[in-house]
């Protein structure tokens, strides 16, 4: 018996994408699926093409909502099964996705099956793997880690028990996502296939917003912070808290025009004592003194 798989598709003006989605979910024949479509109220065809296959749909809606995590969310609370991941409506499964996941699934240990990932855009593809993963890992993004989110699957109670995703992050809200589920449930079971086509276009967020990522994974490291179930994760967040600092001086002091490159230069060697300690950081601070000697 495989497993049963819940899949939520969040969704807003999606239609020249849409249709390729719900047929790359309903034509795996999985024999446990439970598809639900969250529509954010569409303008365009997206709400026509959803009717198309309301039939084989578990539940859908249109109406207007808080963005893509509050979609999910919403998604969530009619979902069942075992297995659970959304997949946004511009991506794809590729064909036998379904299969290879529910049967990692089928052995009690595994808490999360993560596989391969084809990124690809209108003129190139590129194979990314999951790998390494682990909640420190993650978060300091350690050599050899990767994560792309419609790769990575999770058992349903395990991804509500962690506290799912959380609707006040639009952008890093998977990364946070998996960093709590990885630090409470951490046996990974990896598959060696392309699970998902992860589509990169001008309209994608990846794409468009990578500085927001990175404003949201401070705030994220901030509030694993202050949170005590955490706690063994706090030596690692002090860290990335301490690196962000360090590198905002570093900008800012190489920056500073209206200094001499000799003020600049005795500024950072003055503040040496605050650098955190890594190999990394250490030649980030020497490629700061080298770019204002040498500008």
Same mark, same amino acid.
């Given at each position: 018996?495989?497993?049963?798989?819940?899949?939520?598709?969040?969704?807003?003006?999606?239609?020249?994408?849409?249709?390729?989605?719900?047929?790359?979910?309903?034509?795996?024949?999985?024999?446990?699926?439970?598809?639900?479509?969250?529509?954010?109220?569409?303008?365009?065809?997206?709400?026509?093409?959803?009717?198309?296959?309301?039939?084989?749909?578990?539940?859908?809606?249109?109406?207007?909502?808080?963005?893509?995590?509050?979609?999910?969310?919403? =998604?969530?609370?009619?979902?069942?099964?075992?297995? /659970?991941? +959304?997949?946004?409506?511009?991506? &794809? *499964?590729?064909?036998?996705?379904?299969?290879?996941?529910?049967?990692?699934?089928?052995?009690?240990?595994?808490?999360?099956?993560?596989?391969?990932?084809?990124?690809?855009?209108?003129?190139?593809?590129?194979?990314?793997?999951?790998?390494?993963?682990?909640?420190?890992?993650?978060?300091?993004?350690?050599?050899?880690?990767?994560?792309?989110?419609?790769?990575?699957?999770?058992?349903?109670?395990?991804?509500?028990?962690?506290? =799912?995703?959380?609707?006040?992050?639009?952008?890093? /809200?998977? +990364?946070?996502?998996?960093?709590? &589920? *990885?630090?409470?449930?951490?046996?990974?079971?990896?598959?060696?296939?392309?699970?998902?086509?992860?589509?990169?276009?001008?309209?994608?967020?990846?794409?468009?917003?990578?500085?927001?990522?990175?404003?949201?994974?401070?705030?994220?490291?901030?509030?694993?912070?202050?949170?005590?179930?955490?706690?063994?994760?706090?030596?690692?967040?002090?860290?990335?808290?301490?690196?962000?600092?360090?590198?905002?001086?570093?900008?800012?002091?190489?920056?500073?025009?209206?200094?001499?490159?000799?003020?600049?230069?005795?500024?950072?060697?003055?503040?040496?004592?605050?650098?955190?300690?890594?190999?990394?950081?250490?030649?980030?601070?020497?490629?700061?003194?080298?770019?204002?000697?040498?500008?």
């Amino acid at each position: 018996m495989l497993p049963s798989i819940s899949i939520v598709t969040p969704t807003f003006n999606q239609g020249q994408y849409i249709e390729q989605t719900i047929n790359s979910v309903l034509d795996q024949q999985y024999p446990n699926l439970e598809y639900i479509i969250v529509d954010g109220g569409s303008t365009d065809n997206s709400v026509s093409i959803i009717k198309k296959y309301e039939r084989h749909l578990a539940w859908w809606v249109s109406e207007k909502d808080k963005g893509q995590t509050n979609a999910i969310n919403k =998604g969530l609370q009619r979902c069942t099964g075992e297995v /659970f991941n +959304w997949l946004n409506s511009d991506d &794809y *499964l590729q064909q036998g996705a379904l299969q290879k996941i529910g049967a990692a699934f089928n052995s009690p240990e595994v808490d999360l099956v993560a596989g391969k990932v084809n990124n690809f855009s209108a003129d190139k593809n590129e194979i990314v793997a999951n790998q390494h993963l682990s909640a420190a890992g993650l978060m300091r993004w350690d050599k050899g880690v990767q994560f792309i989110q419609p790769g990575v699957w999770m058992r349903r109670t395990n991804f509500i028990a962690c506290g =799912g995703v959380k609707e006040r992050f639009h952008y890093s /809200f998977d +990364w946070d996502l998996l960093i709590r &589920y *990885l630090y409470f449930y951490p046996s990974v079971k990896y598959l060696d296939d392309v699970l998902v086509n992860f589509r990169l276009h001008n309209e994608s967020k990846t794409v468009s917003s990578l500085g927001k990522f990175a404003e949201e994974e401070k705030l994220i490291i901030r509030e694993l912070y202050t949170t005590n179930k955490f706690a063994s994760l706090h030596p690692v967040c002090k860290w990335k808290m301490d690196r962000s600092r360090w590198t905002g001086f570093l900008t800012d002091t190489t920056n500073a025009a209206d200094r001499s490159k000799l003020n600049r230069v005795y500024t950072i060697l003055k503040q040496l004592n605050k650098q955190p300690s890594d190999p990394k950081i250490m030649r980030m601070t020497l490629g700061a003194i080298k770019k204002i000697l040498i500008s």
